[in-house]
Protein backbone atom coordinates (compact mmCIF):
# COMPACT_ATOMS: atom_id res chain seq x y z
CA UNK A 1 0.00 0.00 0.00
CA UNK A 2 1.14 3.22 -1.07
CA UNK A 3 0.49 4.95 2.32
CA UNK A 4 2.74 2.22 4.26
CA UNK A 5 5.66 3.01 1.94
CA UNK A 6 5.27 6.87 2.23
CA UNK A 7 4.96 6.04 6.27
CA UNK A 8 8.14 4.16 6.04
CA UNK A 9 10.10 6.61 4.39
CA UNK A 10 9.12 9.45 6.41
CA UNK A 11 10.55 7.20 9.25
CA UNK A 12 13.60 6.47 7.58
CA UNK A 13 14.42 9.62 6.49
CA UNK A 14 13.88 11.29 10.00
CA UNK A 15 15.96 8.41 11.75
CA UNK A 16 18.35 9.77 9.67
CA UNK A 17 18.70 13.29 10.59
CA UNK A 18 21.82 13.92 12.21
CA UNK A 19 20.62 15.08 15.88
CA UNK A 20 23.16 17.74 16.87
CA UNK A 21 21.67 19.43 13.54
CA UNK A 22 18.98 20.08 14.90
CA UNK A 23 20.31 21.18 18.19
CA UNK A 24 22.34 23.57 16.40
CA UNK A 25 19.22 24.67 14.53
CA UNK A 26 17.22 25.19 17.74
CA UNK A 27 20.50 26.95 19.27
CA UNK A 28 20.65 29.59 16.15
CA UNK A 29 16.69 30.05 17.12
CA UNK A 30 17.09 30.76 20.58
CA UNK A 31 20.22 32.88 20.18
CA UNK A 32 18.11 34.78 17.44
CA UNK A 33 15.08 34.98 20.40
CA UNK A 34 17.61 36.07 23.48
CA UNK A 35 19.41 38.41 21.27
CA UNK A 36 16.36 39.94 19.57
CA UNK A 37 17.74 39.36 16.04
CA UNK A 38 15.11 39.41 13.20
CA UNK A 39 14.63 35.26 11.81
CA UNK A 40 13.50 34.76 7.76
CA UNK A 41 11.80 31.80 6.47
CA UNK A 42 12.02 31.75 2.77
CA UNK A 43 10.19 28.85 1.12
CA UNK A 44 8.18 28.25 -2.91
CA UNK A 45 5.01 26.29 -3.07
CA UNK A 46 4.76 23.58 0.29
CA UNK A 47 7.26 25.33 1.31
CA UNK A 48 6.65 29.06 1.57
CA UNK A 49 3.01 27.30 3.55
CA UNK A 50 5.53 25.30 6.12
CA UNK A 51 7.48 29.06 6.17
CA UNK A 52 4.17 30.83 7.34
CA UNK A 53 3.43 27.99 9.79
CA UNK A 54 6.87 28.69 11.30
CA UNK A 55 6.30 32.09 11.35
CA UNK A 56 2.89 30.94 13.78
CA UNK A 57 4.46 28.47 15.79
CA UNK A 58 7.92 30.72 16.58
CA UNK A 59 5.99 34.04 16.59
CA UNK A 60 2.99 33.59 18.99
CA UNK A 61 3.34 29.73 20.43
CA UNK A 62 5.95 29.95 21.68
CA UNK A 63 5.37 33.08 23.85
CA UNK A 64 4.85 32.72 27.54
CA UNK A 65 3.86 36.08 29.45
CA UNK A 66 6.33 38.81 29.21
CA UNK A 67 9.00 36.49 27.49
CA UNK A 68 11.70 37.51 24.87
CA UNK A 69 9.94 37.46 21.30
CA UNK A 70 11.27 35.89 18.16
CA UNK A 71 11.33 38.33 15.28
CA UNK A 72 10.23 35.93 12.64
CA UNK A 73 8.65 36.61 9.45
CA UNK A 74 8.05 35.20 5.89
CA UNK A 75 8.96 37.26 2.44
CA UNK A 76 6.42 34.95 0.71
CA UNK A 77 3.55 36.14 3.21
CA UNK A 78 3.87 39.41 1.74
CA UNK A 79 1.63 38.03 -1.80
CA UNK A 80 1.67 42.32 -2.97
CA UNK A 81 5.21 42.90 -2.46
CA UNK A 82 6.33 39.39 -3.59
CA UNK A 83 4.16 39.81 -6.77
CA UNK A 84 5.75 43.10 -7.72
CA UNK A 85 8.94 42.30 -6.89
CA UNK A 86 8.43 38.83 -9.82
CA UNK A 87 6.38 41.20 -11.75
CA UNK A 88 8.55 44.20 -11.91
CA UNK A 89 12.00 42.74 -11.84
CA UNK A 90 12.57 38.76 -12.11
CA UNK A 91 11.00 35.74 -10.19
CA UNK A 92 14.49 35.32 -8.27
CA UNK A 93 14.76 38.53 -6.52
CA UNK A 94 11.21 38.08 -4.58
CA UNK A 95 13.50 37.05 -1.54
CA UNK A 96 16.67 39.16 -1.46
CA UNK A 97 14.90 42.94 -2.63
CA UNK A 98 12.56 42.10 0.73
CA UNK A 99 15.80 41.14 2.69
CA UNK A 100 17.59 44.47 1.36
CA UNK A 101 14.71 46.36 3.13
CA UNK A 102 14.92 44.43 7.11
CA UNK A 103 18.00 42.23 6.82
CA UNK A 104 20.92 43.39 9.51
CA UNK A 105 24.41 41.78 10.22
CA UNK A 106 23.50 38.54 13.08
CA UNK A 107 20.12 37.66 11.61
CA UNK A 108 19.32 34.40 10.62
CA UNK A 109 18.31 33.52 7.43
CA UNK A 110 16.29 29.98 6.75
CA UNK A 111 15.36 28.50 3.64
CA UNK A 112 13.35 25.06 3.36
CA UNK A 113 13.27 23.78 0.21
CA UNK A 114 13.04 20.24 -1.88
CA UNK A 115 15.53 20.70 -4.72
CA UNK A 116 17.74 22.91 -2.38
CA UNK A 117 18.44 25.29 -5.51
CA UNK A 118 15.33 27.60 -6.01
CA UNK A 119 16.40 30.73 -7.70
CA UNK A 120 14.76 33.35 -5.24
CA UNK A 121 16.32 31.36 -2.15
CA UNK A 122 19.80 31.38 -3.95
CA UNK A 123 19.81 34.95 -4.01
CA UNK A 124 18.28 35.79 -0.79
CA UNK A 125 21.34 33.51 0.69
CA UNK A 126 24.09 34.80 -1.33
CA UNK A 127 23.02 38.07 -0.17
CA UNK A 128 22.36 36.94 3.51
CA UNK A 129 25.74 35.95 3.59
CA UNK A 130 27.46 39.14 2.23
CA UNK A 131 24.77 41.13 4.61
CA UNK A 132 26.76 38.77 7.17
CA UNK A 133 23.40 37.26 8.43
CA UNK A 134 23.50 33.39 9.32
CA UNK A 135 22.10 31.46 6.81
CA UNK A 136 20.37 27.57 7.34
CA UNK A 137 18.87 25.47 4.53
CA UNK A 138 16.72 22.30 4.65
CA UNK A 139 16.56 20.60 1.78
CA UNK A 140 16.00 17.30 0.19
CA UNK A 141 18.77 14.99 -0.86
CA UNK A 142 19.48 16.90 -4.30
CA UNK A 143 22.79 18.15 -3.90
CA UNK A 144 21.19 21.68 -4.32
CA UNK A 145 23.53 25.29 -4.62
CA UNK A 146 22.14 26.02 -0.40
CA UNK A 147 24.40 23.54 0.86
CA UNK A 148 27.15 25.49 -0.64
CA UNK A 149 25.15 28.80 0.49
CA UNK A 150 24.61 28.00 4.62
CA UNK A 151 26.53 28.33 7.33
CA UNK A 152 24.13 24.65 8.66
CA UNK A 153 22.71 22.70 6.13
CA UNK A 154 20.26 19.76 7.47
CA UNK A 155 20.48 18.02 3.98
CA UNK A 156 17.03 15.38 4.35
CA UNK A 157 18.00 11.97 2.44
CA UNK A 158 14.57 12.03 0.52
CA UNK A 159 13.48 12.99 -2.87
CA UNK A 160 10.20 13.05 -2.08
CA UNK A 161 9.17 15.97 -1.89
CA UNK A 162 6.06 15.70 0.38
CA UNK A 163 8.52 13.74 3.05
CA UNK A 164 10.78 16.71 2.86
CA UNK A 165 7.69 19.50 3.61
CA UNK A 166 6.17 16.88 6.31
CA UNK A 167 9.85 17.15 7.84
CA UNK A 168 10.26 20.70 7.79
CA UNK A 169 6.74 20.53 9.96
CA UNK A 170 8.09 18.37 12.10
CA UNK A 171 11.64 19.92 12.96
CA UNK A 172 9.47 23.23 13.50
CA UNK A 173 6.95 21.49 15.84
CA UNK A 174 9.75 19.59 17.47
CA UNK A 175 11.86 23.15 18.22
CA UNK A 176 8.85 25.27 18.79
CA UNK A 177 7.67 23.22 21.31
CA UNK A 178 11.21 22.49 23.30
CA UNK A 179 11.99 25.91 23.02
CA UNK A 180 8.45 27.13 24.96
CA UNK A 181 8.86 24.30 27.25
CA UNK A 182 12.43 25.70 28.13
CA UNK A 183 10.95 29.43 28.48
CA UNK A 184 8.12 27.79 30.95
CA UNK A 185 11.09 26.45 32.91
CA UNK A 186 13.17 29.64 32.82
CA UNK A 187 9.95 31.23 34.32
CA UNK A 188 9.24 29.32 37.26
Known amino acids: MFFDNYSDELQRTLGAIDRSDIEKLEACLEEAREN ?14 AASHWVCDFGK ?34 MVEQLKNFLEE ?13 GNLVEAQKYAKA ?4 TICIVGDYNGSLI ?35 IQNAQG
Do not use: C
Open 36 to 49: GRRVFVLGNGGSAA
Open 61 to 94: GINIGDSKRLKIFAPSDHSSIFTAYGNDNAYDQT
Open 106 to 118: GDLVISLSVSGSS
Open 131 to 134: AGAK
Open 148 to 182: GLSDLSIVLPSKNYGVVEDIHLILEHAISQDMKRA
